[in-house]
């Protein structure tokens, strides 16, 4: 028969404070962040990972170690890209040298350096800033080739734009870049009560599995159609390319059915759409082709 736990030990259960959770710091609006206090919550974005012993895993915005103390030591090497010089200390502090802490802005690190080493594709994960989601999403998209993974945690809204289906409001420009670089999958709902300070919404957890091989096409002007028919997404696909600046008498050409509106095509309708207009590229002005703001809120 087991004997029941003393006093002093269930005094020392009571006291015992978890080293990560010790080290609190003030949040910085500035820097977009929400410390995620839950550890089911982090456990779980660990165990979904599924992380193999010579994994090389990339941690974006680490924190005061969230998730980092989940990830160590279950993976051949660990790189964490935090930009708070704060937290930075925290880690260092708590990790030692069985973490490497980049203090950089992630958005201008080249994840190239950590993939040459062994010429294996990175496993990334992160709780990113909301504010710079978008911009995020293109570092990552920029960088496709080295990239086996990104498990992500976005906003609940973003993330259902992310696995839209065809012909529904929320499938739009995000759901069409997404799905040529990636396959994305919606893991998990991440409650707003998880973080600290709580945001204004609840979140989701995202992976996005990165192709090997992407479809050829010219990617410049894939995006600026989808980008431009998207914006005008009440009406049709020739309204759409009319205002990219194709001349009606091109358009009426192409062997494709320009009645139809942005939402009711596919990835592979989009890249087939491109392909029978890049012969007109050359007719629209560069102005077409301009990529998304780095500030914008929303890319449908």
Same mark, same amino acid.
């Not at 895993?57 to 990830?71: D, F, N, W």
């Given at each position: 028969?087991?004997?029941?736990? *003393? ?13 990560? *959770?010790? %080290?609190?710091?003030?949040?910085? =609006? ?14 779980? +974005? ?23 103390? %989940? ?26 040298? *069985?973490?490497?802490?980049? %203090? ?27 504010? +710079?989601?978008?911009? +995020? ?6 960088? %496709? ?75 410049? !002007? ?18 759409? !390319? ?17 009645? =139809? ?40």
């Amino acid at each position: 028969m087991q004997s029941r736990p *003393s006093f002093i030990e269930n005094c020392a259960r009571v006291l015992y404070i978890d080293p990560v *959770s010790a %080290h609190m710091l003030p949040p910085k =609006k500035s820097l977009g962040q929400n410390f995620l206090r839950d550890e089911n919550v982090a456990r779980n +974005i660990v165990e979904s990972l599924h992380l193999r012993p010579d994994d090389v895993v990339v941690e974006i915005g680490p924190g005061q170690g969230a998730l980092t103390k %989940h990830l160590r030591g279950r993976c051949e090497r660990l790189i964490a890209i935090e930009l708070d010089e704060r937290a930075v200390g925290i880690l260092q502090e708590l990790f030692g040298e *069985s973490i490497e802490v980049v %203090h950089a802005d992630v958005r201008t690190v080249s994840l190239d350096q950590f993939f040459h080493r062994k010429q294996q594709r990175l496993r990334v994960v992160g709780n990113i800033p909301y504010n +710079i989601t978008s911009e +995020i999403l293109f570092w990552l998209f920029d960088q %496709h080739g080295v990239i086996e993974d990104a498990t992500l945690m976005v906003q609940l809204e973003v993330a259902r734009r992310f696995v839209a289906p065809i012909g529904t409001k929320d499938y739009g420009i995000l759901a069409v870049s997404v799905r040529y670089y990636t396959e994305p999958e919606l893991l998990f709902k991440v409650s707003r009560n998880s973080f600290y300070p709580k945001p204004g919404v609840d979140s989701a957890i995202v992976r996005l599995g990165f192709r090997q091989r992407l479809a050829e096409c010219d990617r410049e !002007l894939l995006t600026a159609i989808v980008r431009s028919t998207f914006g005008k997404r009440r009406k049709t696909l020739r309204n759409g !390319l009319r205002y990219m600046g194709f001349p009606d008498a091109q358009l009426d050409t192409v062997s494709f059915d320009l009645t =139809k509106r942005p939402e009711q095509l596919s990835l592979d309708e989009f890249l087939e759409l491109t392909q029978l207009l890049y012969p007109f590229r050359t007719l629209v002005g560069k102005g077409a082709f301009a990529l998304p703001g780095a500030g914008s809120k929303r890319t449908d």
